[in-house]
């Protein structure tokens, strides 16, 4: 019996497993010198001169990150229903409502024509998804979110390192950006989430809410050379610093990503290569010139194929191959369907993609022989 080629796998070296046994040794578990440096090699990384800010997750990035640009109970955010429930429920972390608008059916992406129509006066927000790992259209949305005041928080769990018009994400005018180091992302710290920014007062928000709405974090608080026990509670905050054991996977994997991107990308290209003569549709690309992440490599059944997308998938796990569904859209989730209620034909393009994608493995650590093996067994199911 073959072995069972996972849906994903993270890319872990002994350079990691070296910083992490330093910090073990060091007594650094929590938030300390290696989450410093990891912020700041990731601020370097993004360039434009931005602020990077760790957290435990993007999820916890995206609440922060709304909550420091004033995003409170009433406000309508708007968001695609084609994404992680994360990208919706820290909306209502803060008593908001998301106004999901349907994705264009070619990017996957939310499409900006109908941002405008769903701007209504409690309209605060846009949080754009790079679905994964493809850069949104980010000029009309700027431009929307200029024109009427809105702000914009990305959600970039997917895409780094993704540009657009050949600049990275993160360096855009918007308020925030959000990366996650989930285990399967692009680069992985197990749980974990980075901040960009510019403004020098949301950064301050979002460090003073990190850490219970404490004014200093525990960096200062315990490798300042003064005696130190005094601090200030000036609002309930949260609990989502980055500990310095993710971070020490961080700093490492953050220099792998461009190796990581250009690997991807190759068994992108693989991928496309193999599939072009069967009943398939393939992933979007991104423009010439521009970084697709390649986080997922999403395969839609051509409507002709006699055989569902669950069935597929089936087949394939019987064969020894996981697969994955990015995503089931919101609106047919049972909060979020019957919180705003929502029909399935609400969102027609999101349903549409759903209904005959599947997510195939594709990361770095899978060998060409494990590639073929899944282009193989593609064949002898679709053929
Ligand atoms: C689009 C999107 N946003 C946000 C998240 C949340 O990321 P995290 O698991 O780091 O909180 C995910 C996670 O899969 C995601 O896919």
Not at 1 to 8: K, N, V
Not at 44 to 56: R, S
Not at 73 to 93: L, Q, S
Not at 233 to 251: E, H, R
Request: hydrophobic share 40%; net charge negative.
């Amino acid at each position: 019996m073959t072995e069972f080629l996972p849906f994903a796998l993270p890319d872990i070296g002994e350079e990691e497993i070296e910083e992490v046994v330093d910090s073990l040794r060091s007594g650094w578990l929590t938030t300390g010198p290696k989450t410093k440096r990891f912020e700041e090699d990731f601020a370097t990384f993004v360039g434009d001169g931005v602020e990077a800010i760790a957290v435990n997750s993007a999820t916890a990035g995206l609440h922060l990150a709304l909550e420091a640009i004033g995003i409170g109970p009433g406000d309508e955010v708007i968001t695609t229903p084609y994404t992680f429930t994360a990208t919706a429920e820290v909306i209502r972390y803060l008593g908001a409502h998301p106004v999901f608008v349907d994705i264009n059916p070619t990017t996957f992406n939310i499409d900006p024509l109908k941002i405008e129509k769903a701007i209504t006066q409690r309209t605060k927000a846009i949080i754009p998804v790079h679905f994964a790992g493809l850069a949104c259209d980010m000029d009309p949305i700027m431009a929307i979110a200029k024109k009427y005041g809105l702000k914009i928080v990305e959600d970039a769990a997917h895409s780094l390192p993704t540009t657009y018009h050949g600049k990275l994400i993160g360096t855009f005018e918007s308020d925030a950006t959000v990366y996650s180091f989930y285990v399967t992302k692009t680069i992985a710290t197990g749980e974990g989430g980075m901040i960009v920014l510019r403004d020098a007062e949301i950064a301050k928000r979002c460090r003073v809410m990190r850490l219970h709405g404490i004014n200093r974090d525990v960096f200062n608080r315990y490798a300042t050379t003064k005696p130190s026990w005094h601090y200030e509670v000036v609002a309930p905050g949260f609990k989502y610093n980055m500990t310095d054991v993710a971070a020490s996977l961080g700093i490492h994997q953050l220099k792998k990503a461009r190796s990581f991107q250009k690997r991807r990308a190759e068994m992108a290209a693989y991928y496309d290569e193999a599939f072009s003569d069967l009943p398939v549709i393939l992933p979007p690309k991104a423009p010439k010139n521009d970084l697709h992440a390649w986080h997922l490599y999403v395969l839609r059944l051509d409507p002709k194929v006699d055989i569902s997308r669950d069935r597929f998938i089936e087949s394939m796990a019987e064969r020894g191959i996981g697969c994955s569904v990015h995503f089931i859209p919101l609106h047919l989730q049972p909060y979020w369907r019957d919180t705003y209620n929502l029909k399935p034909r609400d969102f027609p393009n999101a349903l549409a993609v759903y209904e005959r994608a599947v997510s195939l493995p594709l990361y770095t650590k899978m060998s060409g022989k494990d590639q073929a093996r899944v282009v193989d067994t593609i064949r002898e199911i679709l053929e």
